[in-house]
């Protein structure tokens, strides 16, 4: 990519978008280029957040492990989007992983070379502010959805619980008066094997549910304090 390709890629970017061209030529040159082929990990959670990324080509997700270790995709990210610019000035580790979805190509810019630019062009510090701002407020929208979610779901979770726990005991029932009346209450062990199932099954869609509410808590927590 020659300079003049990254200076008006980077103009396009709504952090260095009111950079003068002066300050984009300084700013491309500390710009390293990097590919990373498909489905490649580029970063993990907890990694130390050493570098911005800012998406040249490709496209990537972002992944949140939840309690049960498993990789849920918080948002997936295109051309221009920037990733990590927060944990490069608080220096925490990185809150979520990043994976090519297909070949991606970034440029980076270093966390220390990144301070530097802070220092030399502090209109790169408003528009860190603005957009710290605009991430605040869809922030807020997916906190208050996923909070709606959360309850939906646990309102669902307490209804099949008590219809587990009604067919478990229409389930009991019929296999005492199954047992007690003999031969002729073939029909009540019938009945007492498919009231089992339904409590089985039951069951089992309520930890089903249970599993997505706590994906939900997770993507929450994650949306919150993501890096």
């Given at each position: 990519m020659s300079g003049l390709d990254k200076i008006q890629f980077l103009r396009q970017v709504p952090l260095f978008r009111s950079l003068s061209d002066k300050a984009l030529l300084d700013l491309s040159a500390i710009t390293i280029e990097q590919t990373h082929p498909p489905k490649s990990l580029v970063f993990?959670?907890?990694?130390?957040?050493?570098?911005?990324?800012?998406?040249?080509?490709?496209?990537?997700?972002?992944?949140?492990?939840?309690?049960?270790?498993?990789?849920?995709?918080?948002?997936t990210l295109g051309k221009g989007a920037l990733i990590g610019d927060m944990a490069i000035i608080d220096e925490q580790p990185r809150s979520a992983s990043v994976a090519t979805i297909q070949e991606t190509t970034f440029l980076?810019?270093?966390?220390?070379?990144?301070?530097t630019l802070l220092g030399e062009m502090p209109e790169i510090s408003f528009q860190i502010?603005?957009?710290?701002?605009?991430?605040?407020?869809?922030?807020?929208?997916?906190?208050?959805?996923l909070e709606t979610s959360t309850k939906q779901m646990e309102d669902v979770i307490r209804v099949i619980?008590?219809?587990?726990?009604?067919?478990?005991?229409?389930?009991?029932?019929a296999s005492i008066e199954a047992a007690r009346v003999g031969e002729a209450g073939r029909a009540f062990s019938v009945v007492a094997a498919a009231m089992k199932r339904l409590a089985e099954?039951?069951?089992?869609?309520a930890s089903k549910i249970d599993a997505l509410l706590q994906d939900l808590q997770t993507k929450t927590k994650a949306i919150a304090g993501m890096n």
């Amino acid at each position: 990519m020659s300079g003049l390709d990254k200076i008006q890629f980077l103009r396009q970017v709504p952090l260095f978008r009111s950079l003068s061209d002066k300050a984009l030529l300084d700013l491309s040159a500390i710009t390293i280029e990097q590919t990373h082929p498909p489905k490649s990990l580029v970063f993990k959670e907890g990694d130390k957040g050493d570098a911005l990324y800012i998406v040249k080509t490709g496209k990537v997700n972002i992944l949140k492990r939840n309690s049960s270790g498993v990789d849920s995709i918080l948002v997936t990210l295109g051309k221009g989007a920037l990733i990590g610019d927060m944990a490069i000035i608080d220096e925490q580790p990185r809150s979520a992983s990043v994976a090519t979805i297909q070949e991606t190509t970034f440029l980076i810019i270093t966390k220390d070379d990144f301070r530097t630019l802070l220092g030399e062009m502090p209109e790169i510090s408003f528009q860190i502010l603005k957009l710290t701002t605009e991430r605040l407020r869809v922030t807020n929208t997916h906190l208050k959805e996923l909070e709606t979610s959360t309850k939906q779901m646990e309102d669902v979770i307490r209804v099949i619980t008590k219809i587990a726990r009604k067919s478990n005991l229409l389930s009991l029932n019929a296999s005492i008066e199954a047992a007690r009346v003999g031969e002729a209450g073939r029909a009540f062990s019938v009945v007492a094997a498919a009231m089992k199932r339904l409590a089985e099954d039951s069951a089992q869609e309520a930890s089903k549910i249970d599993a997505l509410l706590q994906d939900l808590q997770t993507k929450t927590k994650a949306i919150a304090g993501m890096n």
